[in-house]
């Protein structure tokens, strides 16, 4: 190099899953991108000696629905440095990027459109929306729930239109919580994103194991999709919305794919869900399709686990956005600690949190405020799924992360941070410099202890840090050094497509 760089990491194994490199050696940053990967780097106004620890590339979250600072701050410490709301999304974009940059994010964000958003404010007049809460709060709402017309459908798909102008990352649909929805509303939004060329990211309607009288099974209606429209549909955490029939779905996904449509999937190494308490599939009435009973659920703002159908019926009537946790699995069970791993050691399966916000108890503090103060409520998965997915993909029961595990260390890391990054690169030139360790690239890297690295965050516990991340920059500045928040350190940019 010719010019002293801003940042040099020195000595650390570094990981490329792209290339191939995996190699001690130095990386060197200047002005928020990688110069240089080598040896002998001279020294930079920030050296940190990294022997030991792995350096890699930043993870690329997918489906991440806390997007303040606060909630972003566990993220770094798990190793995020680009979180994105594309599940859900927000409608409008421009809102949610302005709020964004106005109080500075400590990692990188963008949002998909929100079909969700579109179809509450065309059927029921209710938005402009701009915030998560804002769509829990109206789950349950009739108008969300019943078929639209054809004016109606041309509304949402004319409101959805106008967000992909402005640069949305593609299309969220939260179809499971409107289950009355026509398919052919579904299939539009499909070839609006595939005209858009941009993904759509669904969280499925019901399955036909679950609701054998639903009007189309929620995977075949993904594939359907992608065959009948030639969109790239993304299927948000296949996990949850599968269980115990993952093998099924998996199945349909590959058929799919072998033919030649674009279907991808991510999952989150959890046994228990969250979401807005008034969810369709959490009626008392329907409980029984998943194999739940109240008890199953706990409820976020009070902490209790729900006591009986009737206090079910009341928490959704006085209080349906809500959050609260879904014990779907047993994870000390081996038979389903087995199905919470398909998912995630599928092909080419993507590591995503559906990160949540978090519920106080009382007063909400700043979000600024570090450390956290205790009492607040969310599902560890906000603060621990990259941490917990080193642990359970890649390393043996009693090793290392790198020392075994169902996929190793480097296809782990492919699947948290350049599969994601590849997902989005066709209609968003930022995600074609994240994800990779190479020279040019987004310094936006991850520096962690294989030793030591594991998540810390419990049901008990949601919002422990995982430990072992030493260093996460973003855009080259340091925002977690010495396994501790840099306060002040706010990089994050905005993430958003070209249109066509």
Same mark, same amino acid.
């Given at each position: 190099m010719t010019t002293r760089p801003d940042v040099v990491l020195r000595g650390g194994r570094v990981i490329d899953p792209e290339t191939g490199l995996d190699a001690v050696c130095d990386v060197a940053v200047s002005a928020g991108r990688i110069a240089w990967i080598g040896n002998g780097v001279a020294s930079a106004t920030v050296d940190l000696d990294v022997a030991g620890q792995v350096v890699t590339a930043g993870?690329?979250?997918?489906?991440?629905? #806390?997007?303040?600072?606060?909630?972003?701050?566990?993220?770094?410490?798990?190793?995020?440095?680009?979180?994105?709301?594309?599940?859900?999304?927000? #409608?409008?974009?421009?809102?949610?990027?302005?709020?964004?940059?106005?109080?500075?994010?400590?990692?990188?964000?963008?949002?998909?459109?929100?079909?969700?958003?579109?179809? %509450?404010?065309?059927l029921g007049n209710i938005g402009p929306q701009s915030r998560i809460d804002n769509f829990w709060g109206n789950?349950?709402?009739?108008?969300?729930?019943?078929?639209?017309?054809?004016?109606?459908?041309?509304?949402?798909?004319? !409101?959805?239109?106008?967000?992909?102008?402005?640069?949305?990352?593609?299309?969220?649909?939260?179809l499971g919580y409107a289950p009355h929805t026509d398919p052919q509303e579904y299939l539009r939004v499909a070839a609006l994103a595939s005209e858009a060329g941009v993904p759509t990211f669904t969280h499925a309607r019901d399955l036909a194991d679950?609701?054998?009288?639903?009007?189309?099974?929620?995977?075949?209606?993904?594939?359907?999709?992608?065959?009948?429209?030639?969109?790239? !549909?993304?299927?948000?955490?296949?996990?949850?919305?599968?269980?115990?029939?993952?093998?099924?779905?998996?199945?349909?996904?590959?058929?799919?794919?072998a033919a030649g449509s674009r279907v991808s999937t991510e999952a989150y190494p959890y046994g228990s869900g969250m979401t807005g308490i008034g969810a369709a599939f959490l009626a008392p009435e329907r409980l029984g399709e998943r194999g739940l009973v109240p008890s199953?659920?706990?409820?976020?703002?009070?902490?209790?686990?729900?006591?009986?159908?009737?206090?079910?019926?009341?928490?959704?009537?006085?209080?349906?956005?809500?959050?609260?946790?879904?014990?779907h699995l047993d994870e000390s069970d081996p038979a389903?600690?087995?199905?919470?791993?398909?998912?995630?050691?599928?092909?080419?399966?993507?590591?995503?949190?559906?990160?949540?916000?978090?519920t106080w108890p009382g007063e909400i503090p700043a979000e600024n405020v570090w450390p956290l103060p205790p009492g607040a409520f969310t599902h560890p998965r906000t603060a621990g799924t990259f941490s917990r997915a080193l642990r359970l993909l890649a390393a043996d029961?009693?090793?290392?992360?790198?020392?075994?595990?169902?996929?190793?260390?480097?296809?782990?890391?492919?699947?948290?941070?350049?599969?994601?990054?590849?997902?989005?690169?066709?209609?968003?030139?930022? %995600?074609?410099?994240?994800?990779? !360790?190479?020279?040019?690239?987004?310094?936006?890297?991850?520096?962690?202890?294989?030793?030591?690295?594991?998540?810390q965050a419990t049901y008990a516990q949601p919002i422990r840090p995982s430990a072992g991340i030493t260093h996460v920059l973003v855009n080259g500045t340091l925002v977690v050094r010495?396994?501790?928040?840099?306060?002040?350190?706010?990089?994050?940019r905005p993430i958003r497509a070209t249109p066509r």
């Open positions: 993870f690329v979250d997918l489906h991440s629905h #806390t997007t303040g600072v606060a909630g972003n701050r566990l993220r770094v410490l798990d190793g995020v440095t680009t979180a994105l709301e594309l599940e859900s999304g927000f #409608t409008p974009v421009s809102l949610a990027y302005e709020y964004c940059a106005a109080e500075g994010r400590p990692v990188n964000y963008g949002f998909a459109a929100s079909w969700a958003h579109a179809r %509450m404010e065309a789950i349950a709402a009739p108008a969300f729930q019943r078929p639209a017309s054809p004016a109606e459908l041309t509304a949402i798909a004319s !409101m959805l239109a106008a967000e992909l102008a402005d640069g949305a990352l593609g299309v969220g649909v939260l679950f609701v054998p009288a639903t009007v189309i099974d929620g995977a075949e209606e993904i594939v359907r999709a992608a065959g009948e429209t030639g969109a790239h !549909m993304h299927y948000c955490h296949v996990n949850s919305t599968s269980l115990r029939h993952i093998d099924r779905v998996h199945e349909l996904v590959n058929r799919a794919q199953d659920l706990t409820y976020a703002p009070t902490g209790e686990q729900v006591a009986s159908a009737e206090r079910l019926r009341e928490l959704r009537a006085t209080d349906p956005g809500g959050l609260a946790i879904i014990r389903d600690r087995d199905f919470l791993l398909r998912p995630l050691t599928f092909p080419d399966a993507i590591v995503a949190s559906d990160a949540m916000p978090l029961a009693t090793g290392p992360v790198g020392s075994g595990g169902p996929l190793g260390l480097t296809e782990t890391l492919r699947r948290c941070s350049l599969l994601p990054a590849q997902l989005l690169a066709d209609r968003v030139p930022a %995600m074609r410099r994240k994800g990779r !360790m190479q020279p040019g690239c987004d310094a936006d890297i991850v520096v962690f202890d294989p030793a030591n690295v594991r998540d010495d396994a501790a928040i840099v306060p002040d350190a706010l990089p994050g």
